[in-house]
């Protein structure tokens, strides 16, 4: 099991190494990042979920909610006793809970898991029912009228939503594309892994953004509210839940993931924790290629 991290620790440090000595110059993490994001990731995905019979784990989702809920719902009690805004709370909470999906997650899925179906249900879960009660407690947070339209078509606007959505809709009507669809799409998305990961050891090297100042504790305890809380609280329901073992590992090990780097995006849109957030992602990241070793050993 071990084994199947070496991929990823190699092309992570690579990543760190360009970035280190700039071998991509300063817009380098940027730059991959929207290739990831809006081309390579929605490809893949597509990819993937188009050829993927669909299938609702409900009590593998169920435990992952569970374990979501839970840790976010601690993550934000403690931002209000330390008398933090709403808007600082819920980026604390988004912090602790909101998983790295897309960028991290297939990668780890494929390499770990050996497929990226349950993780589609979390990356769903997350932008359809996590991501809007997130953008009201924060519009709440910020004075900011709510804008029913701009939920309703987050999936549209979002292409690592709208990728698997599509993915999944043609799985669906056991549709398949014609291969001059599906033979460049499927080209694209064999991008997607190995830049997202060099991507990620670019975000190491801690460039392109303020670094983390005046917020290390905050830092530490919602890294930690991440990497060992949620997984456990997902791993404990799980097991009450009866998941099968193949399910447990893919639902913990997507539970174990760093924190999302939205995190730090919608930090910095709401100018509401933008440090923290910032902070989170990158020490959560770093620590979670241990983490989710550890955690991939211990449940192989």
Request: proline share 6%; aromatic share 6%.
């Amino acid at each position: 099991m071990l084994a199947a991290f070496v991929p990823i620790w190699t092309l992570t440090g690579l990543g760190w190494l360009t970035g280190r000595y700039r071998l991509l110059g300063e817009d380098a993490e940027r730059v991959l990042g929207g290739f990831v994001f809006h081309l390579a990731m929605p490809a893949a995905l597509f990819t993937v979920l188009s050829r993927t019979p669909l299938e609702f784990h409900a009590r593998a989702l169920g435990a992952f909610a569970a374990g979501t809920a839970a840790t976010m719902a601690v993550a934000f009690a403690l931002a209000v006793r330390a008398r933090r805004t709403t808007g600082e709370a819920t980026i604390g909470a988004m912090a602790a809970g909101y998983v790295n999906s897309a960028n991290l997650g297939i990668p780890v899925a494929l390499q770990v898991v050996g497929d990226a179906a349950f993780l589609t249900e979390v990356l769903l879960f997350q932008v359809l029912v996590i991501t809007p009660v997130l953008l009201v407690l924060l519009d709440r947070g910020t004075g900011r009228r709510l804008r029913p339209g701009r939920l309703l078509t987050l999936p549209l606007r979002n292409p690592v939503i709208a990728g698997p959505a599509l993915g999944a809709l043609c799985a669906g009507l056991g549709w398949q594309p014609p291969g001059a669809v599906a033979g460049p799409l499927a080209l694209l998305g064999a991008a997607a892994v190995p830049t997202a990961l060099v991507t990620l050891g670019l975000s190491l090297t801690g460039g392109g953004g303020p670094r983390p100042t005046g917020a290390g504790g905050e830092v530490a305890v919602l890294s930690g509210l991440k990497l060992v809380v949620q997984p456990l609280v997902a791993w404990l329901a799980g097991l009450l839940a009866g998941v099968g073992a193949a399910q447990l590992l893919a639902l913990v090990v997507c539970a174990a993931l760093p924190t999302a780097q939205n995190t730090y995006l919608f930090a910095r849109e709401y100018d509401s924790g933008t440090a923290v957030a910032r902070g989170t992602v990158i020490v959560s990241t770093a620590l979670s290629m241990a983490t989710l070793a550890l955690i991939g050993w211990l449940l192989s």
